[in-house]
């Protein structure tokens, strides 16, 4: 069965305090890997695409990376406004072109 | 450029009563998707239309349809409302079916 897990569920940081998140997936035909932020009450923000095992892509303090089982973002020094749900998504190449979501990652990051 | 709009922001209906939902996409996209998300969950995919066309279909029961309109607008139907549907509807749109898709803010919807 196709499972995308993302942790941890939540994440507290001091301003600063640089950490990653995690998604795991075990999907077959994987066609990308997308990560999204999302604000209470908005919709998913658009954050990276991921294509390929070893590929990396970088936007201000945060990072994504890719292997073949899993995705990390990493976050680099973070500021209270980076405070967010963080979801990440895998587009089967099998099923079509929907995108299978995690539960998501609360950060909060404390001033 | 204006991203995607989704109407109505807010919404909240009695059970068993219907509901439309419309979305407008990112001017030059073709392709809409619709997402159901509960609260603390990642939105569930319900539908994906491509050129007015249904590419995919989530499982969700038939009391959910869609369709999109010539200017690739679309709408999202549901029928005979039950309380579980109490959720916020989230429209996407991409350029193409297989491209990131960009997320409109949503519609919450109260059954009561």
């Known amino acids: 069965e196709d499972q995308v897990t993302q942790s941890p569920e939540a994440l507290r940081l001091q301003e600063g305090e640089s950490s990653s998140l995690n998604c795991s997936y075990t999907?077959?035909?994987?066609?990308?890997l997308f990560w999204y932020r999302q604000d209470p009450g908005k919709g998913p923000e658009f954050l990276f695409t991921l294509y390929s095992a070893g590929e990396e892509k970088e936007k201000e303090r945060l990072k994504a990376t890719l292997t073949k089982k899993e995705s990390f973002l990493h976050i680099t020094a973070p500021k209270p406004e980076d405070s967010a749900t963080y979801l990440c998504?895998?587009?089967?190449?099998?099923?079509?072109?929907?995108?299978?979501f995690g539960t998501g990652t609360s950060l909060t990051v404390i001033p | 450029d204006a991203g995607v709009t989704q109407s109505p922001t807010h919404l909240s209906k009695t059970r068993g009563q219907h509901v439309t939902l419309r979305c407008s996409p990112i001017?030059?996209?073709?392709?809409v998707s619709w997402y159901q998300q509960v609260l603390g969950q990642g939105p569930q995919f319900i539908f994906q239309y491509y050129e007015k066309e249904e590419r995919g279909r989530g499982n969700f029961p038939d009391r959910f349809s869609a369709r999109q309109f010539p200017n690739y607008s679309s709408e999202l139907n549901v029928n005979a409302l039950l309380l579980g549907d109490s959720a916020l509807y989230l429209c996407a749109s991409s350029f193409l079916p297989s491209t990131e898709a960009f997320f409109g803010q949503g519609t919450r919807l109260t059954v009561v």
């Open positions: 999907v077959s035909g994987l066609r990308g």
């Open positions: 998504a895998v587009q089967i190449s099998l099923t079509g072109n929907q995108f299978y």
């Open positions: 001017s030059g996209h073709k392709s």
